[in-house]
């Protein structure tokens, strides 16, 4: 099968390795602008199966993602299959719970099924007149010729297809970055592994068909060196993850016992335990998977190919950043598009000079937010210089505005400025909560006055 005949001109012959959410939306992106687009995806179609247990994540979309899909005019229609999630709802040990807000009145971020948003990005794509190949995985890239070979894992032999540009998009593990790689010299490749793995359990709905739990909001059972999170599904369920170390007197290694699970879910996150009567069974059912960072460079070969989401930059999920990035990355490559016009060169170019500090940005920014989300949500301290600092941004919207509402919430600011003012604010922070009685004055001018003349400096 000849899959695309090179055209001369604006419009390009586009082959696009993966159809994930990343993939997807690029292809709509592309089409868009007149080319012909071609996705081959090594799974089959998964709008005619059913998900599999332990696999069905749901994600947390925020607004970069969303302005990335506002930009193709998609933002509303994926609202409908998003739950609103205004803040993170904390579960403590001892059974007493707190609700912190994600950021000002208005701002969330939304819980939506990475299956369902794949499965209507796909749809969208092919009306869009993008051919989606199924059961296609990636086997090489002749870089010298511009052939792509796949292999039909349903055993039919093609031949290989010839494309202008070709994008991967086909994830963490991105075969098409691995043949970038190999026919490259002096490729840069850090990939780094957390000691903490993950495993996907579930709350269905109570007996009255309601949601279990407090729908608007994302759940954190924060336990130090390890958490449960859940997140809102539309079918009133809640995925939970376990987010759970590998190896040590408490991991996935030693709790393998049924008895084990059950002593160690008691002790921890009895709260939750009469909300999820089948965790033991999914325990052993559903997959423990891994949790790794990918930085690579470069992105791009001349006019010819480019790496997008996760192939260009694996996160760890602790910022829920990765869909979000890598949503903005087409964003981005959209606007080069717009300004370079034909020049591919240029587009890709400037798209990973754009690009590339930004994504080891928010890669840095994941790692330690995992830090943050199950060892500090619980502390006092932490909760005060919260408060501190929401209250700035409340009083002083332009001087102070959060990390975390930088990265998720304000789309204008790219991620390595915001990991900038971050570490400035932190910085700040620091000295500010080590001064003696800040819990009975940080409402005080003085404390004010401090913070604002601190970051006028530069
Ligand atoms: C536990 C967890 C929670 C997360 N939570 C969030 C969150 O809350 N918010 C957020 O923004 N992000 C989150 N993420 C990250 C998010 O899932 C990824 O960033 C996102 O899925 C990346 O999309 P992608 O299309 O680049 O890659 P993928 O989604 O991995 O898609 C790649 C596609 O390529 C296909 N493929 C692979 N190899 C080949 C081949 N050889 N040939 C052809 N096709 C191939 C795959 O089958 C797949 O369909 C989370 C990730 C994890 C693991």
Redesign the pocket.
Known sequence: MTISVPVSGMKKDITI?????????LSIYLAKRGHRVSV????SD?RNEELSAGRS??????DR?LLALEKVGLAEEIKKICIPMHGRHIHNIDGSTAFQPYGKEGQY?N?VS?GEL?KRLMTIAEENGVGIFFN????AINWKNESIS?ENTTGKQLPSSKADIIFG????????RLQHQLQHDKFDYHQYYIDCG?K?LSIPPTSEGDFALEPNALHIWPRKDYMLIA?PNLDKTFTC?L?FPFEGELSFDKINTEEKVKQFFASNFADVVPLMPDYVNEFFANPT?S?VTVKCFPWVREDKFAL?????H????F?????????EDCRILDELIEKNGDNWHNILEQYQTLRKPDADAIADMAVYNFTEMRDKTANPKFLLQKKIEARLHEKYPDEWIPAYSQVTFSPQIRYSEALQRGQKQETIMQEVMGMPDIESKWESEEIEKIILERIKRR
């Not at 081959?40 to 799974?43: K, T």
């Open positions: 390795i993966g159809a994930g959410l990343v993939g997807s939306l081959f995806e090594r799974r998964m994540i749901n994600l947390a979309l925020s993602g971020i819980s990475r794949n296609e995985k990636l086997e796949f998009s086909d994830g963490a593990f991105s075969a098409a993950y996907e997140l993850t987010f998977s949790l997008i989401g996760d192939a260009a694996a996160l760890v999920p910022f829920g950043q990765g869909m979000n990035c890598g949503f």
